[in-house]
């Protein structure tokens, strides 16, 4: 979906598909040059990981495999609780792989801490997280994120796998929800 087709029910675009795509081109680079001669294992966290996995590993040069997880996060509201439950585990055994973990967004960071922690307990070879975007509180709990797309602001964005209610994974950009949308 392109952003002009629902441009009314934002208040901001923050990112149009060529600046995610100038910046997943710079972390593909990136990271081929980072695993140089080592082979990747991508771990995507369902749902919202779907689209930065795709255009991730297109935009790297270099061989590389793709599993995925589905977490549940307990707790009400929008906010994660940091107590995650698995839905869909992992089809690969992780030992002595080289693992990076690809997310939409890190928002409060408890999904990752739970996830990295769970992760580790297999004996990964290495590792790391990539997610698109980051929130500042993710910062405040110092998530150790080794690629970084885009650092944004602590306002309700929808697009490129972030949704509301559902609604907007498929939108090619990322903007902020107008409030007449969800009020
Ligand atoms: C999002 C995102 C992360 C998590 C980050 O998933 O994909 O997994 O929230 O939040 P945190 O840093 O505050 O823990 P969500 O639970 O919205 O599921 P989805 O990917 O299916 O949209």
């Known amino acids: 979906m392109d952003l002009e087709h629902v ?30 001669g080592k082979e990747l ?11 930065v996995m795709a255009d991730l590993s297109r935009a790297m040069n270099s061989h590389c495999h793709m599993d995925w997880m589905a977490i549940s996060s307990y707790g009400s509201g929008t906010k994660s609780s940091g107590v995650v439950r ?6 690969t055994d992780i030992s002595e792989r080289h693992v990076l973990v690809v997310e939409d967004i890190i928002d409060t960071g408890l999904t990752l801490s739970y996830l990295l ?13 990539m997610t698109m975007f980051r929130k500042p509180e993710a910062l405040e709990n110092r998530v150790d994120v ?13 697009g490129y796998g972030l949704d509301f ?8 950009g990322v903007a902020t929800l107008a409030p007449h949308v969800y009020s």
């Open 7 to 36: 441009s009314d029910d934002f208040t901001r675009v923050l990112y149009t598909e060529a600046d995610i795509e100038r910046r997943l081109q710079e972390l593909g680079a990136q990271i081929d040059q980072d695993y140089d």
């Open 41 to 51: 294992l991508l771990i995507g966290v369902l749902n919202g990981a779907v689209m």
């Open 86 to 91: 698995i839905l869909k585990d992992l089809n």
């Open 117 to 129: 922690s769970n992760l580790a307990s297999r004996g990964p070879a290495s590792l790391e997280i």
């Open 146 to 158: 080794r690629y970084v797309g885009f650092d944004i602001p602590n306002e309700f964005v929808v």
């Open 165 to 172: 209610g559902g609604r907007y994974r498929n939108l090619k």
